[in-house]
């Protein structure tokens, strides 16, 4: 069964430093992370010590509810060092790989034949059920949990994003195996674009496939639940990357935990923009490879959803590129915002960049302006291709009214969805983390 959505609302932004479909693998790195802060609602227990021998695939961190959802070591080597930041919040596993990598086996599972039980506990043992997030609240679900489906979407229209086309290639088995393995927990929904339908992956999929069609945000998982199957209260959905069907793909295939990912390398500050194969955890200033002098930013994912990190940062759970963009803190301009412009974006029409809608841009990170009174002027329902209200959401999360929020849909909604919002609102307000800390709280209340 395909389901076609035509989306109008959302905004494509078209930014220097694509990734070119080159790829460039990192080599073995002195050390790798294993980091709890990228698995949201993720509290984790240590089952290491510094100075402890792990093999890849063997399980570091487990979680304090149930000790059954385990974190696991991407390589084989030595506890190196336990980081801890504020109250002794547990930031990263640091690992020392082994010159001869050791990894352990759990066996192939026919996932034709296998039981819901029988692929439930092995992603459990993997470290692999971690990397599913649950709708509502964007977290890492409970471990006894069934959803009414499990929703992929295999594009991103993010400026800077992966194109999971050539992520792909070469690894269609693998994908099609790990949405075959998804499919005997529950019904699987995969979103891809009109272009995608007819690619190898994207057949013979053991899942119900939806062709989205329009603007960013129409990649984001949220808005295509919004339009196949709507979240309501009491209903739970689980989510997660195509990347990481692909670890599940080879899981269930080899019998071994390989966390390997074709990540693109973008921004209008990196040297040599390509895709990078390197395993989650990796230092990043060993995926970034050549980089502009100078003061910039690197984060870890796109630059509208992404994370702020360094070059002695690591690799992402969950991040499909890695993008560095200037500061811009060092530029001071005479007249500011008066002068007109032809070389940064506007969505209001402020400059004349407006008449040349294929140009790419360079921005950088600066905000250009302070937070103010939020302006009712719609300007997030231009780009909210949901049918919820963003505005009145926003309004209902910052004065914690949480009957309103649950009426206007905050069950369904993450913070990536409110990305492209949050980049035209006039108002400058930080609406990914408003919304990330009101779904916090209605978790604790609803606890």
């Known amino acids: ?36 802060p990228d698995f949201p609602g993720y509290v984790p227990r240590l089952l290491v010590k510094e100075g402890d021998h792990v093999k890849a695939g063997d399980a570091v961190l487990t979680d304090k509810a149930s000790e059954r959802i385990n974190l696991c070591a991407p390589v ?25 990598q050791q990894v352990r086996e759990w066996g192939r599972l026919d996932v034709t034949k296998a039981s819901a039980t029988e692929v439930r506990s092995r992603l ?96 984001n998982v949220g808005v295509q639940i919004n339009h196949v199957a709507p979240l309501g209260k009491g209903e739970t959905v689980w989510t997660i990357g195509a990347e990481e ?23 209008s500050c990196v040297g040599s923009p390509q ?79 407006w008449l040349m809608p294929g140009k790419k841009f360079a921005p950088d990170c600066r905000i250009k302006g302070g937070q103010r009174h939020m302006i009712m002027s719609g300007e997030y329902d231009r780009v909210f291709p949901m049918d919820i209200f963003a505005g009145y959401l926003v309004k209902a999360i910052i004065t914690g009214d949480i009957d309103r929020q649950e009426a206007l849909g905050i069950y369904e909604v993450a913070p990536e969805d409110f990305a492209v919002a949050e980049y035209v609102d006039s108002s400058k307000l930080e609406l990914q983390r408003i919304v990330r800390e009101g779904l916090d709280i209605l978790r604790k209340e609803n606890a």
């Open 1 to 36: 069964m395909e389901n076609t959505y035509k989306l109008k609302k959302g905004l494509d932004l078209h930014l220097e430093g694509e990734a070119r479909r080159e790829l460039r693998e990192v080599g073995k790195c002195g050390e790798y992370a294993v980091c709890p």
């Open 76 to 100: 084989s080597g030595t506890i190196a060092k336990v980081e801890r930041g504020d109250r002794r919040k547990l930031l990263s596993v640091r690992i020392r790989p082994d010159q001869v």
């Open 124 to 219: 459990l043992e993997a470290g692999l059920f971690a990397f599913l997030r649950q709708r509502p609240y964007d977290v890492v679900p409970e471990a006894d949990s069934t959803p009414r489906a499990i929703f992929v979407s295999t594009f991103s229209k993010m400026p800077l994003a992966a194109d999971f086309s050539f992520v792909v290639s070469g690894q269609e088995q693998e994908f099609r195996a790990g949405i075959a393995a998804l499919a005997r927990i529950a019904k699987v929904c995969v979103g891809v674009t009109p272009s995608q339908r007819k690619e190898e992956f994207a057949q013979g999929l053991d899942a119900e496939v939806n062709i989205f069609d329009g603007p960013n945000p129409s990649g």
């Open 245 to 267: 069907v692909i670890f599940i793909g080879r899981l269930m295939t080899t019998g071994c935990l390989d966390l390997m990912r074709r990540v693109a390398v973008a921004g």
């Open 275 to 353: 895709y990078v194969a390197a395993r989650v955890g990796s230092p990043l200033k060993d995926v970034l490879g050549e980089v502009s002098d100078g003061n910039v930013r690197v984060i870890n994912g796109n630059p509208l959803v992404g994370v702020r990190s360094s070059y002695d940062g690591f690799l992402a759970a969950h991040a499909t590129e890695v993008c560095v963009l200037p500061e811009g803190d060092d530029v001071h301009e005479a007249f500011g915002w008066i002068l007109p412009r032809l070389k940064q974006h506007s969505t209001s029409r402020s400059y004349f960049s």
